[in-house]
């Protein structure tokens, strides 16, 4: 049988020299025009600026609510990628007050010497409070409820992602003199070295996008002094740009033009996360820029099935162990083991030395080709479930 001729197409698989930095040029030259965006009340060096007031009386009527998300799912797709939200959170009193818990829970986890780590921010600059989603709601939770009660926060989650997404949190608190953030995309394919995402077809760089959404909520005014995210808009309209740009034209293009926006206490930032972005250098001497940091989830990112995987590794683990001419090692760990790092919690298993930590299939790898006792993986495989635990 004669295989079908190859029609003109996107190529199957790119690896990190993919991308025509002409036609990243291009896109990136866009500019956004107020009639794109009707509902925004300005357009700020190609971001358009919504008002809280505006998306939580749309958030009232199913109309106007269908009509907004409509237009924000078009900027996070095609247009800058990028909305911003000024007092998407109204109430003063419900910042500050969960400004203060979140100061509290960095004492403690710092007296503690808890967390630590960050995937693109050098040692130091910042400090982290890992699942903040989780430690707000049990710290106070009639706070957490006010604060999450937001329409802005459900309205942009739902114009991405639609229903049943999964919120999740992580406080950052860029210190004064805190270096700014490598330029990059974010999570998933962003949290990969380019060997890693050059494994993944190329359609999965194109989905790997809509996934996620990312935001932010300011804590304190951020001029930018202070260093608020460093953002190119258009750039999640390049599609090798996962790969493409740790290039150094990509990152001079960058330095050159990206943009930041300051924001104020209550605003609320959210962006495509292939978006090319970076938290900025805070210049000042001290001021302490703390945001909130949102990522949420699609609800279609999960398996049907719940499995025990660590216990299938258990008991597949003498097989492999032995071998034999009808195993195939690898074929057989990729059905047996998690192959993802995440989700995993993050206080106890920081990305330390890297952007990811070890999988579940990366220790049964390990096992298997250095001949380790079942009492060994045993006890790698428990101390991976108390990192992975809640």
Request: charged letters at 20%; aromatic letters at 8%; proline letters at 7%.
């Amino acid at each position: 049988m004669n295989a079908p001729a190859q029609a003109a197409h996107r190529p199957v698989w790119i690896s990190a020299d993919s991308g025509d930095f002409e036609v990243f040029q291009s896109q990136v030259s866009q500019r956004t025009r107020a009639e794109d965006v009707p509902q925004a009340a300005e357009v700020v060096q190609n971001i358009p600026i919504y008002r809280g007031e505006t998306v939580a009386q749309a958030a009232r009527d199913p109309q106007s609510r269908r009509a907004l998300t409509a237009e924000w799912a078009w900027v996070f797709a095609e247009g800058p990628g990028i909305v911003v939200i000024r007092d998407a959170l109204p109430e003063a009193a419900v910042v500050d007050r969960a400004t203060a818990i979140f100061e509290a829970i960095i004492a403690q986890e710092k007296a503690a010497n808890l967390g630590g780590g960050d995937h693109f921010a050098k040692p130091g600059a910042n400090d982290r409070i890992w699942n903040s989603l989780e430690k707000h709601c049990l710290a106070d939770p009639a706070n957490y409820a006010a604060y999450y009660s937001a329409d802005t926060l459900a309205l942009a989650s739902e114009a991405w992602l639609g229903p049943a997404y999964q919120m999740t949190a992580q406080v950052n608190r860029v210190n004064p003199g805190g270096a700014a953030q490598v330029p990059h995309r974010d999570y998933h394919l962003g949290f990969m070295s380019p060997e890693q995402m050059a494994r993944f077809p190329a359609h999965i760089h194109g989905i790997s996008p809509v996934l996620t959404l990312q935001g932010a909520v300011a804590h304190c005014d951020m001029p930018v002094e202070t260093g608020p995210t460093m953002l190119l808009p258009f750039s999640q309209t390049f599609h090798e740009g996962y790969l493409a740009f740790s290039r150094p034209e990509y990152q001079e293009h960058f330095a050159r033009h990206h943009v930041q926006l300051p924001l104020s206490k209550g605003d609320a930032l959210f962006f495509n996360p292939a978006v090319m972005h970076g938290a900025g250098t805070n210049r000042t001497a001290d001021r302490f820029r703390m945001v909130n940091l949102l990522q949420v989830s699609s609800a279609f990112g999960r398996a049907m099935e719940s499995v025990d995987r660590a216990r299938m590794c258990r008991a597949v683990f003498p097989v492999l162990r032995q071998g034999g001419a009808e195993i195939d090692v690898t074929n057989v760990i990729a059905s047996t083991a998690e192959g993802y790092p995440f989700p995993t919690n993050l206080d106890r298993n920081p990305p330390i030395g890297g952007l990811a930590p070890r999988s579940m299939a990366d220790f049964l790898t390990q096992a298997v080709s250095e001949g380790w006792s079942e009492g060994q993986l045993d006890a790698a495989l428990k101390d991976l479930e108390r990192k992975n635990a809640t």
